[in-house]
């Protein structure tokens, strides 16, 4: 569809019924929704933690802050070769940010953005859009520290969309679009609360 005919109500719309919008590039105006057969989900009791990472959570070497650089997440999410967040799509994101339903995790190395993930939270489920990494194991803890806010939140439900092996690595598992509907119609039912003070 026409990335103008977008809104985001819309866009809220559609992760209720378990869909999300793509764009197929950077500069495409249109958008196209995915309802993967298999879903990416993170069991919030289930994030695994090596040994390095335990190292480095341990170390003090990153700071973690919540919603306090989301626009620059999303583009340190679109800063690479190839990507789905379009312009477009971008600043719906923005939208829905600015009306509390969107939240980001960012990563700090002294004052420079080295990391952070972002996403939309509807009731007790979060739906995890994209992460980004520019020092090692940023991404990481930006994931483990979102995870802990929204455990503390009350959330029950962590949507990651697609399970790559470097979330499987972490503990993300894959079910099925049955399994994620039931999922998400009880995570719907509930209430949660981002941020956490």
């Known amino acids: 569809m026409r990335g103008d005919d977008l809104t985001p109500e819309l866009l809220l719309s559609a992760y ?54 989301f626009d620059a997440v999303v583009q340190g999410c679109a800063d690479r070769a190839e990507t789905w967040i379009s312009g477009t799509i971008a600043a719906l994101y923005s939208a829905l940010f600015a009306h509390g339903r969107a939240h980001s995790a960012e990563v700090w190395q002294e004052r420079d953005l080295v990391g952070g993930v972002y996403g939309v939270a509807i009731g007790a489920a979060f739906f995890g859009e994209s992460m980004f990494s520019r020092r090692t194991d940023a991404s990481k803890v930006a994931l483990f520290h ?5 455990r503390a939140g009350g959330f029950k439900l962590f949507d990651t969309q697609f399970l790559t092996p470097h979330l ?21 039912r509930q209430q949660a609360t981002f941020p956490v003070s």
Request: charge should be positive.
């Open 146 to 150: 979102l995870i802990e806010h929204l």
């Open 16 to 69: 209720r019924q378990g869909i999300f919008p793509m764009a197929e590039s950077r500069s495409d105006p249109d958008v196209f929704w995915v309802d993967p057969r298999q879903r990416g989900i993170f069991p919030l009791d289930g994030f695994r933690v090596s040994r390095s990472l335990a190292r480095t959570l341990k170390r003090g070497t990153y700071r973690v802050s919540f919603d306090t650089a």
């Open 168 to 188: 499987a690595s972490l503990g993300a598992i894959e079910v099925s679009r049955g399994t994620y509907r039931a999922l998400l119609a009880e995570a719907l």
